[in-house]
């Protein structure tokens, strides 16, 4: 069975894959890049809403410190969601859309390595195995169920 940490580093590579394809895209090339922005929302925004509702409340019973640092990650979900709107509102062909992307891709990463170095290895030592596991499966279904509502 997996583990709630496998799937968010999941969620976490899918996303820099996105990143990754925008890119390639290039200026003056708009070709794929509306459907890429779609999924590269759709993907941030399932990620967050799962771990603001389930996996950020689990961790925070490990104590202060583990408070402060899902503090700190919402917080940075914020900025991210605040970025998302802006770039759903966008031009793909927008000169300045591109360079919104490199920012967004920037507190992206900058969120993924909080997490990845701060807040999992807290949530290892909270997390029962069992737990973490049925957490997994809850992602799976959320994230899912948040994909049919806003596909297309």
């Known amino acids: 069975m997996a583990h709630v940490i496998e799937k968010l580093r999941q969620d976490h590579e899918k996303v820099a894959q996105l990143f990754e394809k925008l890119a390639k895209t290039g200026n003056g090339s708009a070709s794929g890049r509306e459907e890429l922005c779609r999924q590269l929302i759709a993907e941030l925004e399932a990620h967050a809403e799962f771990e603001e509702q389930v996996f950020y409340p689990a961790v925070q019973k490990a104590g202060d410190e583990a408070e ?32 919104l992307v490199g920012e967004l891709q920037e507190a992206v ?44």
């Not at 957490?135 to 169920?145: G, R, S």
């Open 68 to 99: 402060e640092e899902v503090e700190e990650a919402v917080d940075e979900h914020q900025e991210v969601k605040d970025m998302l709107a802006q770039l759903a509102s966008m031009d793909v062909e927008d000169d300045e859309f591109l360079e």
């Open 109 to 152: 990463e900058t969120h993924v390595q909080h997490e990845e170095d701060d807040i999992f290895p807290l949530a290892e030592e909270e997390l029962e195995t069992s737990e973490a596991t049925q957490m997994a499966q809850q992602h799976d279904t959320m994230v899912k169920e948040y994909m049919q509502q806003h596909a297309g």
